[in-house]
């Protein structure tokens, strides 16, 4: 079974500018999440799909991030314009039903971001 | 508000020795609890959970048990290998959201050395 997939894996970028990351999500799963993790923290959700739906984005800052789900699939999530606080592990991650009864949420490798 | 503490690192052993490292929550209800695994260079792998209290879980060798009088799932191995060198992350999902959010605690840095 493929696993969640991200791209780029790495990408430097100097303030103000925008930049665009990728998910694809494991086949057949209907939630996907984005994390965001600063060196040193744990994950912290930004913003979780159910299908092509937003069902949680209340720790997305959405003057300067935004991310869509087109046909319950592929994933992107954008910043612009990007800040120095940015520069994080952007993960992605997708689970089969997204309810909270313990199921294991699947991550992909991450975006780690520099912004100068 | 929901929380998860868990023990700063790095945690550094011998191999074979005996690892442990704590976690308690703050929740309101009962969630279900997670041990995430951050190899170098790899992304986030489910390394073991428990759904409801007394349950232990367990995989590779690793442990924990939930706990609900003291809202903590330690985990534990009895013999650890250089190759369990990574970042371990404790996190819960409140059962009573309407949607699985993982809250995830700082992560604790493990280092074995042969």
């Known amino acids: 079974e493929a696993g969640v997939a991200q791209s780029p894996r790495y990408k430097i970028i100097e303030k103000r500018q925008s930049v665009a990351f990728w998910c694809n999500p494991i086949?057949?799963?209907?939630?996907l999440y984005w994390y965001q993790q600063i060196l040193g923290q744990g994950p912290k959700l930004l913003i979780q799909?159910?299908?092509?739906?937003?069902?949680?984005d209340s720790q997305l800052p959405k003057d300067r991030f935004s991310a869509e789900r087109l046909k319950g699939v592929d994933s992107t999530l954008k910043i612009q314009p990007a800040k120095l606080e940015d520069s994080a592990v952007y993960l992605c991650?997708?689970?089969?039903?997204?309810?909270?009864?313990?199921?294991?949420?699947?991550f992909g490798p991450g975006t780690r971001l520099l912004v100068l | 508000g929901n929380s998860v503490t868990q023990m700063e690192g790095p945690v550094t052993l011998s191999e074979e020795a005996f690892l442990t490292i704590n976690c308690t929550y703050t929740?309101?209800?009962?969630?279900?609890l997670f041990w995430y695994v951050q190899y170098p260079g790899e992304g986030l792998q489910l390394l073991l959970k428990?759904?409801?209290?007394?349950d232990k879980g367990s995989n590779k060798g690793f442990e924990a048990t939930y706990r609900k009088e003291t809202t903590s799932f330690h985990l534990e191995k009895g013999s650890v290998q250089v190759s369990d060198s990574a970042v371990y992350f404790c996190?819960?999902?409140?059962?009573?959201?309407?949607?699985?959010?993982?809250?995830f605690g700082a992560g604790t840095q493990v280092v074995v050395t042969p």
């Open positions: 991650a997708s689970s089969q039903t997204g309810l909270p009864k313990g199921e294991t949420q699947y």
């Open positions: 086949s057949g799963h209907a939630t």
């Open positions: 799909f159910q299908n092509n739906g937003v069902v949680d």
């Open positions: 929740a309101t209800g009962y969630p279900s």
């Open positions: 428990a759904t409801k209290a007394d």
């Open positions: 996190a819960l999902i409140l059962t009573t959201d309407s949607w699985g959010k993982l809250q």
